[in-house]
């Protein structure tokens, strides 16, 4: 790409930014809107079957994330409860 613009105020350039970065989105979200239709027209399975298995993999998705976040959370809220508590001693010998 070239940038050999010459923009006579920082609003200028940064609206030039914005409408560069708008109409990539929107060329993306039309890209990959045509190939989810173009997948799904020569999908080699009927469409019901194409359903379930997304469904299937997506519930597999949702498990594993769940698994995985689970634990991160606990530590979170025990980390959160003893920062509590340190507060707490401290705001009573203050």
Known sequence: MNNDRIYYSRDTEMHAMRDRTL??????TVGLGIGAVL???FAPS???????DLAESM????????ETVEPMVKRLEEQF??????????????
């Open 59 to 66: 519930e597999d998705g949702l498990n594993t994330g769940r």
């Open 23 to 28: 109409l990539t989105l929107v060329f993306l």
């Open 81 to 94: 409860n003893e920062l509590r508590k340190s507060i707490e001693e401290r705001l009573k010998h203050a």
């Open 46 to 52: 009927s469409g019901k079957t194409t359903r379930h």
């Open 39 to 41: 997948a799904l027209l």
